[in-house]
């Protein structure tokens, strides 16, 4: 029976009686030692996300690139950073979900926070845009200026082939296509964040497309893997499912950046 083994026989090399055991100990009164302190700490984690940064805007070197962007991934909490685009999803989430309810009613979209997308149609595409933004992500919001770039952003990726906005051009392709759009974006303009005077030695116009370049590494991340979850949502995008729906394509960019 398992109750009858005995016990494992030391191994070979290890005392059976440590070597302090025949020590004194030290006198009541006597103050214990402080640990050691280690020598040199580690450096700050996103000290070393900038210099990655610089390296990468230095040289333009795709690898660097994607092992910066590893780096601040990581010193992130990897997937678990997507917890920091919480309120940008819910800001987002019901803008994206007034393009579903378009896409739906096909022709007679159901209002959203009593806006109504159709009254928009035949306006200038980029004067559509810039309403669609005041209205679900006004000026006052938490990170104000990421969330609206980020929105417009992905307006522009998924309409930007008409010249007049048109409800009746929303499909659920162009949802999907804006949401992930929105993640990414969301995604590289806090990595933009840290790359500060990355680039001050760079020329302005290698420094843009070096910029650009970086930004395509997180929006092909997000293409990948937004297909997969975009099916197991099927094609409901009601507001709670886009603002979760966001998030999980989020924290699931954030989780493979952090293995490169």
């Not at 290890?14 to 103050?31: I, K, T, Y």
């Not at 806006?115 to 992500?137: M, S």
């Not at 030695?201 to 650009?212: D, I, L, T």
């Not at 997969?228 to 499912?241: A, E, I, L, M, T």
Request: with cysteine; glycine share 8%.
């Amino acid at each position: 029976m398992g109750t009858s083994q005995s016990k494992p026989t030391t191994p070979g090399g290890s005392p059976l009686v440590p070597p302090w055991a025949d020590q004194d100990p030290p006198p009541p009164d006597q103050p214990q030692p402080d640990p050691p302190i280690p020598d040199l700490l580690p450096p700050a984690p996103m000290s070393g996300v900038r210099r990655a940064l610089r390296k990468y805007m230095n040289t333009g070197d795709v690898a660097a690139g994607r092992s910066a962007l590893g780096r601040y991934s990581r010193a992130m909490g990897g997937a678990r950073a997507s917890a920091r685009h919480a309120r940008a999803a819910r800001t987002g989430g019901a803008a994206l979900s007034a393009l579903a309810s378009a896409a739906q009613s096909r022709g007679a979209p159901t209002p959203i926070a009593e806006f109504d997308l159709g009254t928009l149609t035949g306006r200038p595409l980029e004067q559509a845009i810039a309403v669609i933004v005041d209205e679900f992500c006004p000026p006052g919001i938490l990170d104000e200026d990421m969330v609206r770039s980020a929105m417009a952003e992905a307006l522009f990726e998924a309409l930007g082939d008409q010249l007049v906005f048109d409800v009746d051009a929303v499909t659920d392709h162009v949802v999907v296509i804006a949401t992930v759009c929105f993640v990414s974006e969301l995604v590289f303009a806090s990595v933009a964040v840290e790359m500060g005077a990355s680039a001050e030695n760079v020329p302005p116009a290698s420094a843009v497309q070096r910029e650009n370049a970086l930004r395509d590494l997180v929006r092909a991340a997000a293409d990948e893997i937004a297909t997969p979850v975009v099916q197991r949502f099927g094609g409901s995008f009601d507001p709670n499912r886009l603002e979760a729906l966001i998030a999980e394509i989020t924290s699931a960019v954030y989780g493979e950046m952090a293995q490169w």
